[in-house]
């Protein structure tokens, strides 16, 4: 059984601080990992992807990625309230195209 | 570019009904997913096509959800007879390909079953 593991929070971080999002799966052989953030009562949007192990950045984002460890993470850099929702982390295998689902980190960013 | 649209947006029904959703994905896109997503719990696939082929419906409770997609574009999802535990909202996406492509998600149906 493939897994994604999340802490369900609530991870509440003040205005202006580093939010640190975790996320460990189960399937080594896993090529593909997303990040999605999903505002209460909306849909799933995409924040960023990463293949490779290290980092990649995009504006106030930080993904870490490591495959030894199994371990995918998200910083977010100077948290606005308006980063306050659940963050779920996803995983794609090598063998389908199916993505396996961890079930979300809520942070909460206070001003 | 529009997005991915899906109707009704919510639905009540009582328990033994029946219900059906409808999804159209983004234009081009040849890959459209169906998740079921429960209060707390992160998506769940219930079923991937690629164009108008099953890809994917491991998880697809066969004997009372069904689903197709006619002519590769637009999807209908089906529950006959709805059980109390079918409350959840119910996800569409699509994605390009469905190798590594990011997913688009719509709007979402939330399902109450009385």
């Known amino acids: 059984q493939k897994e994604v593991e999340q802490n369900s929070g609530p991870l509440s971080v003040p205005e202006g601080a580093i939010a640190s999002l975790n996320c460990t799966y189960s399937d080594r052989g896993s090529q593909s990992f997303f990040w999605y953030r999903q505002y209460s009562g909306k849909s799933p949007e995409l924040i960023m992807f990463i293949y490779s192990n290290g980092d990649k950045e995009d504006g106030r984002f930080t993904a870490q990625l490591n495959k030894a460890s199994q371990y995918v993470s998200l910083l977010i850099r100077d948290s606005q309230p308006s980063d306050s929702a659940t963050y779920l982390c996803a995983v794609k295998g090598d063998s389908n195209y199916q993505l396996i689902w961890g079930a979300g980190t809520k942070l909460i960013i206070k001003p | 570019e529009a997005g991915v649209a899906q109707s009704p947006r919510y639905k009540i029904i009582e328990k033994r009904q029946s219900v059906a959703f409808w999804c159209n994905p983004i234009?081009?896109?040849?890959?459209l997913y169906w998740y079921q997503q429960i209060l707390g719990q992160g998506p769940k696939l219930l079923i991937q096509?690629?164009?108008?082929?099953?890809?994917?419906d491991s998880q697809l409770p066969k004997d009372r959800f069904s689903a197709e997609r006619l002519k590769g574009v637009d999807s209908t999802l089906k529950i006959q007879p709805a059980k109390l535990e079918d409350s959840a909202v119910y996800l569409c996406?699509?994605?390009?390909?469905?190798?590594?492509?990011?997913?688009?998600f719509g709007p979402g149906t939330r399902l109450t079953v009385l």
């Open positions: 234009s081009g896109h040849a890959t």
């Open positions: 996406a699509s994605s390009l390909t469905g190798s590594t492509d990011t997913q688009y």
């Open positions: 096509f690629q164009n108008n082929g099953v890809v994917d």
